[in-house]
């Protein structure tokens, strides 16, 4: 498997091919010309196609920072999560998540790599981070999966998920080096926000996009205290309680270690519960045990 980092201010672009049709070949990629893409045929007519944009999004939260529900004042210089073999569809009937994580797809393009973005990236008005673009038939594409895992290599080498940042409350402050290790899967139905993403019009650009919700670990100050967003969540002060002089470097085992049964069990739910497509929902498989 081939492996690539991937910054919202240093974009590698990749090109995708229709998995159902695809034969996988080397070549050079960026300055270092290490990594490599799929190349494809695609059954439609070229005069059918357009290009679609695989993108991943940490939203606001990420970029510029936010306060957890129990008044710490979050900063994310790095938040690296490893993604594989993203994939978009167009399936009919419509994937329903709630109700299955398995469908029934007319059409495929996918990534078959390991990627490591950086979702702090970019700043308050980036656009969600490019993965990668291809030429692909025109249609709804209304269904996205992607499996998290650790990286083989790069800046989130051994982990699925790493948390670098500061969090402050009052004169307290506390730098943090989180790295997590678990592994999951999520097969998610259509965008959901403001405008509909995924449907391609021949000749055309559209994008999907893989959205990451952080505010479900930590909480949102802004909401209010009885808000689904902070009842389910942990919060930053079982974790600012295993710092030592103002520094919290951990990893899964030593979370799983120190922090309670409880907080450690709410810790698993949420960061499982990381996956969206916009407020669109996901079907999760995961492996809860640190690898």
Same mark, same amino acid.
């Given at each position: ?19 159902? %049709?695809? %034969? ?7 300055? #270092? ?34 306060? /957890?529900? #129990? ?73 996205? /999966?992607?499996?998290? %895992? ?5 800046? %989130? ?75 389910? $969540? ?6 600012? $309680? ?17 922090? /309670? ?19 669109? &929902? ?7 045990? &640190?690898?």
């Amino acid at each position: 498997m081939k492996h690539t980092y991937l910054a919202a201010g240093s974009l590698t672009f990749i090109a995708f091919g229709l998995m159902s %049709a695809c %034969a996988m070949s080397d070549t050079p990629q960026g300055e #270092d010309s290490a990594n490599s893409s799929a190349s494809s045929t695609i059954s439609a007519d070229s005069n059918e196609a357009g290009t679609l944009e695989l993108r991943a999004n940490g939203e606001d939260f990420v970029r510029q920072g936010f306060v /957890s529900k #129990d008044g710490w004042a979050i900063e994310f210089e790095h938040l690296y999560v490893n993604l594989v073999d993203v994939t978009a569809y167009q399936t009919d009937p419509p994937f329903d998540p709630d109700a299955s994580n398995e469908l029934d797809a007319e059409v495929n393009v996918g990534l078959n790599q390991s990627l490591t973005v950086d979702l702090a990236e970019g700043g308050e008005d980036a656009m969600p981070i490019l993965i990668g673009t291809t030429s692909a038939p025109a249609g709804q594409y209304n269904a996205l /999966s992607w499996k998290m %895992a650790p990286a083989d290599e790069g800046p %989130a080498q051994g982990s699925t998920i790493v948390l670098i940042g500061s969090a402050q409350q009052g004169s307290e402050v506390v730098n943090f080096n989180i790295q997590l290790d678990p592994v999951y899967t999520y097969t998610c139905g259509e965008f959901v926000g403001d405008a509909r993403k995924g449907i391609l019009t021949a000749g055309e650009t559209t994008d999907v996009e893989a959205t990451f919700h952080f505010d479900h670990i930590f909480g949102d100050g802004d909401a209010p205290a009885e808000d689904p967003i902070n009842t389910g $969540a942990l919060g930053f002060e079982p974790l600012a $309680a295993l710092a030592s002089d103002g520094q919290l470097d951990v990893n899964t085992a030593m979370l799983e270690q120190q922090l /309670s049964a409880e907080a450690y069990s709410v810790l698993e739910e949420t960061v499982a519960g990381l996956g969206h497509v916009g407020e669109g &929902h996901c079907a999760e498989i995961g492996d809860h045990a &640190h690898q």
